[in-house]
């Protein structure tokens, strides 16, 4: 089952936690791996809906940034999905280049034995 929002429309469905952030997954939509975990606010989300250029919020900076502004290694909106609780997004993305910051192509490689 799916259900479209316009993008007003899903900007006011998010349910932001008490600092007005909300999990937001990249996963690729080209290979459904799960690549990392970042937090957005609505600005970041309304900039990300705006422009398909994914923007992230800083916790540590208490800043936007968008993802491969340093590194050049981007990410491109395909689509994004709000979950049903309304409190966890996840983002299609297409990927250039790794997602990590380590240089890792998800920052999700470490496992338990």
Request: glycine letters at 8%.
């Amino acid at each position: 089952m799916s259900e479209s929002l316009s993008p007003e429309a899903f900007l006011k469905a998010v349910k932001y936690d008490d600092k007005g952030l909300v999990p937001a997954i990249a996963q690729s939509g080209a290979t459904g791996e799960v690549l990392m975990l970042a937090w957005m606010n609505a600005a970041t989300l309304a900039q990300t809906l705006a422009s398909g250029r994914v923007t992230y919020w800083s916790r540590s900076r208490q800043s936007a940034w968008t993802k491969g502004e340093t590194s050049g290694h981007h990410q491109h909106l395909i689509e994004a999905r709000l979950d049903c609780d309304g409190d966890a997004i996840i983002l299609k993305v297409d990927q250039l280049g790794p997602a990590c910051h380590t240089g890792a192509p998800s920052c999700f490689y470490r496992k338990a034995d």
